[in-house]
């Protein structure tokens, strides 16, 4: 019998087999992820206990609109996020394109876990033009509150939903302050959630409003610059180089970017502890707060780096509280000034023996009355200050805006430990993108559940072989498999 030959080498069956074995199912895989499934891992303790730091689960994409491939658009929705839904969507606190301008940049390609790259097309003298952003822009995991038309407001750390206070945390939320404070976390007075229709006018928000007005347009309007402009007004004359020197600055979590801003430049210095719920005094100028309205993020790298093949970007969010609190600062700087007056009349002595009038007091023989009708001064004319806004979209001024799709209020189930649309405003329906659906995997992260104590190392970790060994005992095998958002 003549052994058989070995089939030789043809161009043609090895583009068959690499188009079989590889090309169709990369191809297959990328449609999969492109318009079907999401995969995403819980990164924080923001949703405990419901989702856990190590849970990894899938999301479904088609289900609030996929992707449409090369555009920033998506396809028809099968139904729209509604209240108790936990959703993946795009960070509205941090920009799409670098520096939140797409007219200068052009988005190249996700990398995945590599991040994003982007091409500069007008970069600085000494710059490169590929921009590598590693770390955004990041995807959040909330659950969803609000939509557009419900009325929301948040007392003593507790939310009211159309007036109707929610005692029952979703999922297996939780609680864990033990002190409330005025930072948004725990008070927000009501206000009702833009729908589709909607005109807001800039002028006639808040200030706090209109930056959330400003996260609104961008979001809808992602292939546009969006820009606020602040300027601040004395007696109606324009003082951008104002400075508070008493600037109040209530410490809260919320404001730690700021504080530590400050404290490192030597505005703000206190040698005394502080504790959450103080209030803190600075020397800030006014063309602080200006260029934070104006950049919209905390660049976290040199944005004049120069040299290399590659320049990196990445930011972290402005909470809008800082201007919350700028607008309340400007509210103390209008209060009239108090009046210098005596509540009553005060008896000195004096060698004096006649009966004179001396400025605003009266000599009676030896003493010295002060009149307190007649001490009392007016009450010191003050100046006038006022912020002025201005939107602009795509450098066009912006008097009002209709708003275009359907908005929602996220919140985590951790509720005392969660950055959520408290702190950053609303999510508009485009950044949506994907409803949490199933856990595939869990395992324990950082310290035993059971003991605070324990040392991360006690648990697996990628990047120490030593403690790989601890992989199967670590997967929380109970977890995998579980529906969300029915994860009871």
Excluded at 8 to 26: D, G, M, Q, T
Excluded at 82 to 103: H, L, M, Q, S, T
Excluded at 391 to 411: A, E, H, I, N, W
Aim: aromatic share 12%; with cysteine.
């Amino acid at each position: 019998m003549e052994p058989e030959k070995k089939p030789s080498f043809s161009i043609k069956n090895f583009f068959k087999a690499l188009v079989r074995e590889v090309v169709v199912p990369v191809f297959l895989a990328l449609i999969v992820i492109q318009y079907v499934v999401q995969a995403f891992q819980i990164p924080s303790g923001s949703m405990e206990d419901s989702l856990k730091t190590g849970d990894f689960l899938i999301g479904l994409k088609f289900t609030y609109g996929s992707p449409i491939p090369f555009s920033n658009k998506k396809f028809p929705e099968m139904t729209l996020p509604k209240a108790g839904d936990v959703a993946i969507f795009r960070y509205p606190g941090e920009p799409e394109y670098p520096d939140g301008n797409p007219e200068r940049y052009t988005h190249l390609f996700n990398a995945l876990m590599f991040g994003n790259f982007y091409w500069d097309h007008s970069p600085a003298d000494g710059q490169p033009h590929l921009v590598h952003f590693p770390d955004g822009p990041k995807d959040y995991i909330k659950r969803c509150v609000g939509v557009s038309g419900d009325t929301i407001a948040i007392h003593d750390g507790r939310l009211y939903v159309n007036g109707v206070r929610q005692d029952s945390l979703p999922g297996q939320g939780k609680y864990t302050a033990h002190k409330r404070t005025a930072s948004p976390r725990d008070e927000r007075e009501s206000f009702v959630i833009p729908s589709v229709g909607d005109t807001l006018y800039v002028d006639s928000l808040p200030l706090e409003m209109a930056w959330w007005l400003r996260s609104l347009i961008a979001q809808e309007n992602p292939d546009q610059a969006v820009a606020l402009e602040l300027s601040l007004l004395k007696d109606g004359v324009e003082v951008n180089d104002y400075e508070f020197e008493d600037f109040k600055l209530p410490v809260e979590r919320d404001r730690n970017n700021l504080i530590v801003n400050l404290y490192e430049s030597g505005r703000l210095n206190t040698r005394q502890s502080v504790y959450e719920g103080d209030t803190v005094s600075a020397r800030v100028p006014f063309d602080y707060f200006r260029n934070l309205a104006k950049t919209a993020y905390y660049s976290l790298m040199d944005p004049n780096a120069k040299g290399g093949f590659v320049r990196k970007v990445s930011y972290a969010g402005i909470e809008s509280s800082v201007f919350q609190d700028l607008d309340g600062n400007i509210k103390l700087l209008n209060e009239p000034a108090e009046k210098n007056t005596a509540d009553e009349s005060t008896a000195v002595d004096s060698t004096a023996s006649d009966s004179v009038a001396v400025g605003a007091a009266r000599v009676e023989g030896e003493n010295v009355v002060l009149d307190s009708a007649r001490t009392a001064e007016p009450a010191q004319v003050k100046s006038k200050f006022e912020i002025r806004r201005r939107m602009t979209l795509g450098g066009k001024p912006l008097d009002y805006y209709v708003v275009k799709t359907p908005q929602f209020f996220m919140m985590g189930d951790n509720r005392d430990n969660s950055l959520d649309s408290r702190y950053w405003g609303f999510v508009s329906l485009r950044n949506i993108k994907a409803k949490a659906f199933v856990i595939y995997f869990s395992i324990e992260q950082g310290p035993d559940e059971s003991s605070r104590k324990a040392p991360r190392e006690s648990h697996f970790e990628l990047s120490s072989p030593t403690s790989w060994w601890r992989l199967p005992f670590d997967i929380r095998w109970s977890r995998i498999g579980k529906i969300i958002p029915l994860i009871d």
